[in-house]
């Protein structure tokens, strides 16, 4: 491989990385708040859907993705009284949001667009443009790092750099404030938390309102931004990948947007595969299409070292009397 073709794959893999970063950290702060979500990938797909639909009516890529946002925050209220306030299974309660965000997306693109499940395609203001860092030409020819600045981190969607300020900023609120202390220790020990005088419920609630915005512009990205609209099932798995890469990172932001990367990478490969010239590599096209999945099969099975969840994860909280 030449420089340009790895310089390409480099692009593509934090394009592709972008959703799954959304989604891992969305999982981070329901997860530790004790909220196991396998809904990730149900929330992704109602906001894609949404954020394409009113990009599109209302040809703001804006507003599309507060549409987004809104409808992903709604999933995950309705995973919040499942779950929290009603003490019912957290994985059946994703897993049926999941199956709801299936259908709901086909059915209603139908009936308001009639193209087959599918929104018309979206352009100009409709999607997020992408962004010219300042002195990007500049470092252009500057060895090493004017590709990485200029030909990698700039020309993406402002919702990629915003992914990118997400990871510090959670590692900030997670470790460094007392909302994060409170919400770390209610999935650890709920009971010592409520002891304390403060709402087990209230802290899972609002963890799992973060969880919906941030899978809310992760949706977003999909539909507005790495597409030009919304198919039918594109989430196409990201939110279990996502799960995945959140139980290899150790439910860490930082070694989170590493595992993403690495995802990324492996779809950016695949993407391009045929078209790669390895020598005497020589893999069939399909395994290496699958191999994200694979590598997500493999991290869940447990072949990746022991990951300790937090201990009341996934385990509704009964206030003693």
Not at 14 to 25: D, Y
Not at 113 to 129: C, K, S, V
Not at 242 to 271: D, T
Not at 305 to 317: C, L, Q, S
């Amino acid at each position: 491989m030449d420089i340009a073709t790895i310089v390409q794959i480099l692009e593509s893999t934090l394009r592709l990385a972008t959703p799954l970063l959304f989604a891992c950290l969305a999982g981070l702060f329901s997860e530790r708040a004790g909220i196991v979500d396998i809904g990730l990938e149900g929330k992704l797909l109602i906001a894609a859907f949404f954020s394409a639909a009113i990009a599109y009516v209302s040809g703001s890529a804006w507003l599309g993705l507060l549409a987004g946002v809104a409808a992903s925050v709604i999933f995950s209220l309705i995973h919040g009284v499942a779950s929290i306030t009603f003490r019912g299974n957290q994985l059946i309660s994703g897993v049926a949001i999941n199956f709801l965000a299936s259908g709901m997306t086909v059915v209603i693109a139908q009936s308001w667009f009639h193209q087959g499940g599918r929104t018309p395609a979206l352009t100009g203001d409709a999607r997020f443009e992408r962004l010219t860092l300042p002195f990007a030409e500049a470092l252009r020819d500057v060895p090493l790092i004017g590709h990485v600045y200029s030909q990698i981190l700039s020309g993406n969607s402002i919702l990629v750099y915003i992914g990118l300020l997400c990871v510090p900023l959670s590692w900030w609120v997670l470790y460094r404030s007392r909302f994060g202390l409170r919400l770390r220790a209610v999935g650890e020990n709920p009971a010592a938390v409520d002891t304390a005088g403060i709402s087990v419920v209230r802290l899972r609630f609002w963890a799992i309102i973060i969880a919906g915005v941030l899978c809310g512009i992760g949706g977003a990205y999909l539909s507005t931004s790495l597409a030009a609209g919304f198919v039918r099932e594109m989430s196409a798995g990201r939110g279990y990948i996502a799960l995945a890469a959140l139980i290899f990172a150790k439910w860490r932001p930082w070694q989170g947007l590493g595992a993403v990367l690495l995802f990324g990478a492996l779809e950016a490969i695949a993407n391009r595969w045929p078209n790669l010239d390895l020598g005497i590599i020589t893999l069939p096209n399909q395994f290496m299409t699958a191999l994200p999945y694979i590598l997500t099969v493999v991290i869940l099975a447990g072949f990746v070292g022991k990951a300790i969840p937090p201990r009341a994860g996934g385990e509704p909280y009964v206030k003693e009397r």
